[in-house]
């Protein structure tokens, strides 16, 4: 197994709700709740955003919540700003390994 | 508040090493809390882990460049180390360093600003 799977791009208008999945396997998404999640703006290092499926660091916005069913977790935006345009990658712990999502691109309309 | 920082050459010759140091101020390399990475992402691609180290000194690699990778760290000196033999130019990428927690599940929870390395004659 290699990459988890994530939608190329995601849009939605200025206050709209999105949501991005990332599909694993019974391996790592499935077996952990382990799923982090990183906002990456162009020419920038990634920046945490969720970690353990559903729990936000300190200084995230609200607007940002994950969750998982099965071999698949979610990244929702809720009421989505300008400034949420970006990429956006998922993480799964897999054991002694670490996968990560292909990656989407967030577009605000 | 912890800080990394890359530091290395920005070109390396097709079948040469490349070789970049990550700068840990802030904290230390020896917390049984983390884990010391390395992550790369191709021009206009994603995200792919490299390789990790334990304050323990025990490595974990991609077994997709484990034939090619050393971790290594230094905690006299607060920094960790890449090592990536025999580069072609598939191996142009930015270069990150981070730290992966524990008390946050195995997230990447601090980043380096990454350096770019090209691989080119």
């Known amino acids: 197994q290699s990459a988890l799977t994530q939608p190329a791009s995601v849009s939605g208008s200025l206050g709209q709700s999105i949501t991005i999945s990332c599909t694993g396997s019974r391996n790592d998404i499935g077996t952990y709740n382990l799923v982090s999640w990183y906002q990456q703006h162009p020419g920038k290092a990634p920046k945490f955003i969720i970690h353990?499926?559903?729990k936000r660091p300190s200084g995230v916005s609200d607007r940002f919540s994950g969750s998982k069913s099965g071999n698949t977790a979610s990244l929702t935006i809720s009421g989505v700003q300008a400034e949420d345009e970006a990429d956006y990658y998922c993480c799964s712990y897999a054991g002694s390994r670490t996968f990560f999502g292909t990656g989407t691109k967030v577009t605000v309309l | 508040q912890l800080q990394l920082q890359e530091s290395g050459p920005g070109l390396v010759k097709p079948s040469a090493t490349l070789s970049l140091t990550c700068t840990v101020s802030?904290?230390?390399?020896?917390?049984?809390?983390?884990?010391w990475a390395w992550i790369r992402q191709p021009p206009g691609k994603g995200l792919e882990w490299i390789g990790y180290?334990?304050?323990?000194?025990?490595?974990y690699y991609n077994p997709s460049l484990s034939s090619r990778v050393t971790i290594s760290a230094d905690t006299s000196n607060s920094h960790f180390s890449l090592e990536l033999s025999s580069v072609t130019a598939a191996d142009t990428a930015v270069y990150y360093c981070a730290r992966r927690s524990l008390s946050t599940g195995y997230s990447f929870d601090y980043w380096g600003q990454g350096t770019l390395v090209a691989v080119s004659s």
């Open positions: 353990e499926v559903t």
């Open positions: 802030g904290g230390s390399i020896s917390s049984s809390d983390s884990y």
């Open positions: 180290i334990y304050s323990s000194g025990t490595a």
